[in-house]
Nanobody, 114 residues
Framework: QVQLVESGGGLVQAGGSLRLSCAASGIIFGITAMGWYRQAPGKQRELVAAIPSTGVANYADSVKGRFSISRDNAKNTVYLQMNSLKPEDTAVYYC????????WGQGTQVTVSS
């Protein structure tokens, strides 16, 4: 089992920045990739960014150049730095960890006001 605890969401004005954190605990040695997804009201959950244990991160086209994902393996934590936020980035953001199955955090609300 893997437990994921997210933090860092909140309310920010358009153009502002937020940094999300996700700390993993439990059976973490089997994690092959971690990432962030988001779900806006009335929409499906979508990938924002993901980073494998080794390799290059990938991003949704809508966030490229504005968001950056990073991973601190020593702290078992993944971060999502979000800059130049837009109202359309408003959503609940979920941390995800992949082993032989998928694990999810509880979600953290990000609200961007215009």
């Amino acid at each position: 089992q893997v437990q994921l605890v997210e933090s860092g969401g909140g309310l920010v004005q358009a153009g502002g920045s937020l940094r999300l954190s996700c700390a993993a605990s439990g059976i973490i040695f089997g994690i092959t990739a971690m990432g962030w997804y988001r779900q806006a009201p009335g929409k499906q959950r979508e990938l924002v960014a993901a980073i494998p244990s080794t390799g290059v991160a990938n991003y949704a086209d809508s966030v490229k150049g504005r968001f950056s994902i990073s991973r601190d393996n020593a702290k078992n934590t993944v971060y999502l730095q979000m800059n130049s936020l837009k109202p359309e980035d408003t959503a609940v953001y979920y941390c995800n960890a992949q082993t032989h199955r998928s694990y999810w955090g509880q979600g953290t609300q990000v609200t961007v006001s215009s």
